[in-house]
């Protein structure tokens, strides 16, 4: 069986950063895109950041110059560096792993920023 385990996630103030470790675990083949993606109360889940086994990374506009995803591939971990968290990043942050045919969701963490 496939699990995404996440971490990392919390209380945070204004401008301050964390950064959320997922790390998947079971038999994934052929992993093409691993990622995060977020949903706040009364919001539909939107896309954060994903990142390509070659590299490419995809930002929302919201968040880039501000969030990093990065993967370690040997090690099927995916992470993702918030920095400079405003209010309305508060959200559950649900990592993501996909392959050509199938996707996996992490249980989710909470990032809640506030003063």
């Known amino acids: 069986q496939v699990q995404l385990v996440e971490s990392g996630g919390g209380l945070v103030q204004p401008g301050g950063s964390l950064r959320l470790s997922c790390a998947a675990s079971?038999?994934?083949?052929?992993?093409?895109?691993m990622g995060w993606y977020r949903q706040a109360p009364g919001k539909q889940r939107e896309l954060v950041a994903t990142a390509t086994n070659g590299g490419r990374t995809n930002y929302a506009d919201s968040v880039k110059g501000r969030f990093t995803v990065s993967r370690d591939n040997a090690k099927n971990t995916v992470y993702l560096q918030m920095n400079s968290l405003k209010p309305e990043d508060t959200a559950v942050y649900y990592c993501?792993?996909?392959?050509?045919?199938?996707?996996?969701w992490g249980q989710g963490t909470q990032v809640t920023v506030s003063s």
């Open positions: 079971g038999s994934i083949f052929s992993i093409y895109t």
């Open positions: 993501n792993v996909r392959t050509l045919s199938i996707a996996y």
